[in-house]
């Protein structure tokens, strides 16, 4: 099992990732040991959904990244789930 989740900060930036221990990579990030988001400001964690493979996740994440629209990214954690998994 993965992860695919959202974390969002004081401005209003959005970071998209996916991970296999949430736990520790959410820990990663808020310390600033990782370099993606070290310049977030109080990153939170606003969006996850587990994921059946680190592969699909990855495949997932890298679409959502490249469409790069805060309005889509809004639309995934208000539903609370990524709709690309029904297909």
Known sequence: MAFLY???DEKDR???GS???ISKRLIAHKSGYTQ???NMLNPELVFSQE???LKLARSIEYKIK???RK???EKIIKDGYIK???K
């Open 36 to 38: 993606t988001t070290r």
């Open 51 to 53: 994921i059946p493979s």
């Open 66 to 68: 490249k469409w790069k």
């Open 84 to 86: 690309l998994l029904e």
């Open 6 to 8: 959202i974390l969002k």
């Open 71 to 73: 309005d889509f990214i």
């Open 19 to 21: 991970t296999v221990d």
């Open 14 to 16: 959005y970071y998209i």
